[in-house]
């Protein structure tokens, strides 16, 4: 039985300027998963960088106002909301509101350092 609680993951800064938890890594934890689950962050006022993946995303929104860019196109997001994000889409996502943005993020395949090319420097 794999139960994680989300305090006991460490928090890092990933390549694109989000403050993540990775919740579950099935590859990395040698789980029957092949994908990653992670808890992201955000301040306000703040953006993620203009970054793509490899892979597919989806954001799932726990708290805050955002607005997502994907390939372009930009609409609000709020809590309760579900982004799906395409393989190798040019992204990112900006905490709009005057609270903390919160979301889960699943890529499949998991996510990998390698795999997250930054288009804009920090």
């Known amino acids: ?16 300027g989000t403050a993540l938890r990775e919740l579950v890594h099935g590859p990395k934890e040698g789980l029957k998963l ?27 929104l726990l708290s805050g106002h955002g607005r997502m860019e994907i390939d372009g196109e930009m609409k609000d997001v709020t809590a309760g909301d579900v982004i799906y994000i395409p393989p190798k ?26 795999e997250e090319e930054i288009i804009e420097s920090k």
């Open 1 to 16: 039985m794999f139960i994680r609680k989300l305090s006991s993951c460490k928090e890092f800064t990933a390549g694109d």
């Open 34 to 60: 092949g994908y990653s689950l992670a808890h992201a962050r955000l301040a306000p006022g703040k953006s993620s960088l203009l970054h793509r993946l490899t892979g597919s995303e989806v954001y799932y």
């Open 89 to 114: 889409s040019v992204q990112r996502i900006a905490n709009i509101g005057a609270d903390e943005l919160a979301f889960l993020c699943l890529v499949d395949p998991a996510w990998r350092e390698e």
